[in-house]
């Protein structure tokens, strides 16, 4: 049986090993911010990423990890804001990049790398925080709204330009495209379901008698709104997929 000291000891090694693999990631956010940075110099939003990458190592490096005497509140109040910065870099960095895969109309040799590559970016965050319940508390239910709208949003954006270009349809690969129209519902649906409706005893202050009834549906703005108009195309669009792959 462990003794308390004991037990704390190792608490404190675990803790230290995990937060060496949390700098890790904060290390390659740093040397990816800074790699894209070579190539837009002026890019203020890239510049806002490598700060905030490099805000979040700082504030890790500041966590007394490994101070078997140290309050553990002040450990979870440290990673809290680290994780936080580290958030923001990513929402910054990889906005720039999929601005970018629109813009060039998701190129059909590359997209497919770089869209695996940003959605694994954009789900770090509530990996780190140990789950959607957790992340919320941390990062707040506003933060993991975006981090699962981006994900959706980029997979509307991408089967929408496929399936409306006509040469791009016919050569598409229906089982690729399915995938995406699923996980872009996926992360919608988690995103639509971040927060708690408004109860239907629970009373809100507006002129507007349909604003309640929104709010109960668990539609709280133009972008919750606009979720449920992509997740509804999404799933048509896998139904025609199938579709054509069943006949």
Known sequence: TFSPARLRWWMCAVATHVMEKIADI???QVHHCERQLEKNPRDELLTKALSHAKEALSKLSSVPGDQPEGPLSSVASGLQLAVQSFTQSVLDSTYHQECALVESGFPPVTAQQEIKALIGSLCVPVKLCGGPDVARSLLGV????CLHWRVGALMYMFCHTVLSDEERRRVADRGEVLECCCVGVGHLRLMLTARTPL???EATVTNDPSVPELLRKGV???????GLMYAGELCYWSWEMAGEMAG
């Open 142 to 145: 506003q933060v993991v709204e």
């Open 26 to 28: 904060f290390k390659q």
């Open 199 to 201: 109860g239907s005893d």
């Open 220 to 226: 709280f703005s133009d972008v919750h709104m606009l």
